[in-house]
């Protein structure tokens, strides 16, 4: 995936999350910069939050953060897809792989060999 591609679905996905509730983009910048004003570093503006749905631009780690929350989903939702909220099987998986990332090898060798058991149990 190339970096536009990548900016443009993530813009698609926050822009979908943010209409699937309901919120205008002044709505959800009101509620991400609530305290703050025009002059705080962590003030995200109208103009920014449009540049970033259309995939023309990015914005800080923090911003996105907050803007994720402000959605509420996790940053992992809009850039790995996974929903901790979900409880399909699929979510679930989801979940699993998301937390599987940050084991290492021999972790990761041991719950494969777990599910690998868990599999040939359940095919017979």
Known sequence: MTYKIFLKDLGNKLKY????LGLTQGALVEKI???LTENDDDYLS?????RVECGK???RLDKFVKWSLALGKTPDYFLLGI???DDSKDGKILQICGCLKNCSNDEIDTVLMLVKGMNSKNSN
């Open 57 to 59: 631009s990015v914005t």
């Open 83 to 85: 929903d901790y909220s």
């Open 33 to 35: 910069n609530k305290g």
């Open 46 to 50: 109208d103009k920014q939050l449009s």
């Open 17 to 20: 999350q943010r209409k699937n």
